[in-house]
């Protein structure tokens, strides 16, 4: 990864810009400016790279020490598809996500990732964001700094049909996974996984596609978990490896809000009633109406809120291209539940031992309340409920 620094512009966010590259991709020329009299901000950058790219845009507020400014509000020349040229072209709603603020040292990353990243994988860039709740509201993590590293994660949840083909693997090769994915259809998500198989699962992926897997029954980590029930440390993970695992509570909940700080859900939601900041064509919950609530597995297809749901809505992908990370099934979180360690500030993996394990982000069969970017449940690791998950991939 490379930067590239640029001066200052003494406007009325005073944006100096920085530029960041993931593989291939050369990013440069990197321009940021407030519109006169308007709280959007014009971000221009080149781009070298030798087909389609993916980018992400992260702002500052202190000089570049940290980019954990809210900024989901993006139009133009950013997520997937943007083709190589000089001049593209981002427009930033400031007075969407960051409203009433005020920089004299703001500055603007632009990373750009090639398609040589994990297929069906979202880039999630690394750094600081404020964990945690703003409104003190029951079963939400107590808002406090946190910093990740850079990670991939599934854009969207598991389906039955990725499940079903890994288990049909899985079952060749050493495995013992207990079921093979419950779910309506084959693009609906799993959602009867217990945690231990989940994560069993996760190996076999791993090592279908030539990876190394990521949880091992010893802490030494020379036997990949492969079998029985099993609960699992931290020393027991590789963490450096290229192998698919379960994120961390904080990857989830960095991932989940997309760039957005604040907000309740992973789209622009802030303010103290969060009930009238979601409504049925935003996410699949309890009372959203839905054509697939009445069904017995109350699950959408996943990504299906895309511009084309019942009722109509719009793209509901998240800042980093995320779907159903409110609502659909809850998603499994590699931590045991517990007390946040505040001090653990830095890639923080949870406590060392538990009972129960994390998930996150509700379902069809709950309400909006579970929905929020914040909220914290628990369960069983055993539990066979409307429980799924999607991977992460670390950078090793």
Same mark, same amino acid.
């Given at each position: 990864m490379k930067s590239d620094p640029y001066s200052a512009l003494a406007l009325w966010l005073l944006f100096g810009t920085a530029s960041a590259l993931l593989s291939a991709p050369v990013v440069s020329n990197v321009r940021a400016a407030q519109r006169t009299d308007s709280k959007l901000v014009d971000i221009y950058y080149n781009v070298a790279a030798p087909s389609a790219i993916t980018v992400t845009i992260a702002v500052s507020s202190d000089g570049g020490a940290s980019y954990s400014v809210p900024s989901a509000s993006f139009s133009g020349d950013f997520r997937s598809g943007v083709q190589p040229r000089a001049d593209r072209d981002v427009v930033w709603n400031a007075g969407i996500d960051w409203n009433g603020q005020f920089t004299t040292r703001g500055r603007v990353r632009v990373t750009a990732e090639d398609g040589t990243g994990p297929a069906g994988m979202a880039f999630i860039p690394g750094g600081t964001f404020m964990m945690g709740d703003n409104y003190g509201l029951s079963g939400d993590a107590a808002l406090h700094s946190v910093s990740v590293s850079d990670f991939y994660l599934d854009r969207f949840e598991v389906t039955q049909e990725l499940w079903h083909s890994v288990y049909t693997w899985a079952a060749l090769n050493g495995y013992t996974l207990s079921g093979n994915g419950?779910?309506?259809?084959?693009?609906? *998500?799993?959602?009867?996984?217990?945690?231990?198989?989940?994560?069993?699962?996760?190996n076999a992926r791993s090592q279908k596609e030539g990876r190394t897997p990521a949880y091992y029954t010893d802490v030494a980590q020379t036997q990949i978990f492969k079998?029985?029930?099993?609960? !699992?440390?931290?020393? /027991?993970?590789?963490?450096?490896?290229? $192998?698919?695992? !379960? *994120?961390?509570?904080?990857?989830w909940e960095k991932a989940a809000r997309g760039g957005l700080a604040g907000n309740h859900f992973p789209w622009p939601s802030f303010g103290n009633d969060y009930n009238a900041l979601i409504n049925g064509s935003m996410a699949n919950y309890l009372g959203s109406n839905d054509p697939f609530e009445q069904k017995p597995t109350p699950t959408t297809p996943v990504g299906y809120?895309?511009?084309?749901?019942?009722?109509?809505?719009?793209? /509901?992908?998240? $800042?980093?291209?995320?779907?159903?990370m409110a609502g659909n099934v809850w998603e499994w979180c590699w931590d045991w539940y517990g007390a946040y360690d505040v001090a653990a500030s830095t890639n923080p993996r949870g406590p060392a031992t538990g009972s129960v394990r994390v998930i996150r982000g509700g379902g069809g069969q709950y309400g909006v309340v579970d929905l929020r970017c914040a909220f914290r449940r628990k369960a069983d690791p055993s539990g066979r409920g409307? !429980?799924?998950?999607?991977?992460? !991939? $670390?950078?090793p």
């Amino acid at each position: 990864m490379k930067s590239d620094p640029y001066s200052a512009l003494a406007l009325w966010l005073l944006f100096g810009t920085a530029s960041a590259l993931l593989s291939a991709p050369v990013v440069s020329n990197v321009r940021a400016a407030q519109r006169t009299d308007s709280k959007l901000v014009d971000i221009y950058y080149n781009v070298a790279a030798p087909s389609a790219i993916t980018v992400t845009i992260a702002v500052s507020s202190d000089g570049g020490a940290s980019y954990s400014v809210p900024s989901a509000s993006f139009s133009g020349d950013f997520r997937s598809g943007v083709q190589p040229r000089a001049d593209r072209d981002v427009v930033w709603n400031a007075g969407i996500d960051w409203n009433g603020q005020f920089t004299t040292r703001g500055r603007v990353r632009v990373t750009a990732e090639d398609g040589t990243g994990p297929a069906g994988m979202a880039f999630i860039p690394g750094g600081t964001f404020m964990m945690g709740d703003n409104y003190g509201l029951s079963g939400d993590a107590a808002l406090h700094s946190v910093s990740v590293s850079d990670f991939y994660l599934d854009r969207f949840e598991v389906t039955q049909e990725l499940w079903h083909s890994v288990y049909t693997w899985a079952a060749l090769n050493g495995y013992t996974l207990s079921g093979n994915g419950e779910g309506a259809a084959g693009n609906h *998500p799993i959602q009867t996984g217990p945690w231990y198989e989940v994560v069993k699962w996760c190996n076999a992926r791993s090592q279908k596609e030539g990876r190394t897997p990521a949880y091992y029954t010893d802490v030494a980590q020379t036997q990949i978990f492969k079998s029985g029930d099993l609960d !699992l440390t931290p020393a /027991m993970v590789k963490w450096t490896s290229n $192998g698919y695992r !379960l *994120p961390t509570e904080a990857e989830w909940e960095k991932a989940a809000r997309g760039g957005l700080a604040g907000n309740h859900f992973p789209w622009p939601s802030f303010g103290n009633d969060y009930n009238a900041l979601i409504n049925g064509s935003m996410a699949n919950y309890l009372g959203s109406n839905d054509p697939f609530e009445q069904k017995p597995t109350p699950t959408t297809p996943v990504g299906y809120y895309n511009g084309t749901q019942v009722p109509t809505g719009v793209d /509901m992908a998240n $800042g980093y291209g995320l779907y159903d990370m409110a609502g659909n099934v809850w998603e499994w979180c590699w931590d045991w539940y517990g007390a946040y360690d505040v001090a653990a500030s830095t890639n923080p993996r949870g406590p060392a031992t538990g009972s129960v394990r994390v998930i996150r982000g509700g379902g069809g069969q709950y309400g909006v309340v579970d929905l929020r970017c914040a909220f914290r449940r628990k369960a069983d690791p055993s539990g066979r409920g409307l !429980l799924g998950f999607r991977c992460a !991939l $670390g950078q090793p």
